[in-house]
């Protein structure tokens, strides 16, 4: 599936910009962890680890299928 999805272009519905596959994550969607800056008030902000899943459902975007891979998008860095 990597072989077949890579160098495609997908386009974000929700901010019109397209993208170009990368790869897949090695974890599904549930357990994909990134860094996310959180605002506290009127400090820096901390940073917390949070999952590409939690990320959607703040958003109230719930995902049909979290046990998917992440596509990886845009530049390898």
Not at 52 to 74: I, T
């Amino acid at each position: 599936a990597k072989r077949m999805l890579k160098n495609l272009r997908v386009k974000a519905t929700h901010n019109n910009m397209e993208f170009k596959i990368i790869g897949l994550s090695d974890q599904p969607c549930s357990r994909q962890t990134f860094p996310m800056k959180v605002r506290s008030g009127s400090s820096e902000g901390q940073t917390v680890d949070i999952t590409v899943e939690e990320y959607f459902k703040s958003k109230q975007v719930f995902l049909e299928k979290p046990y998917l891979p992440c596509l990886d998008v845009g530049k390898p860095k």
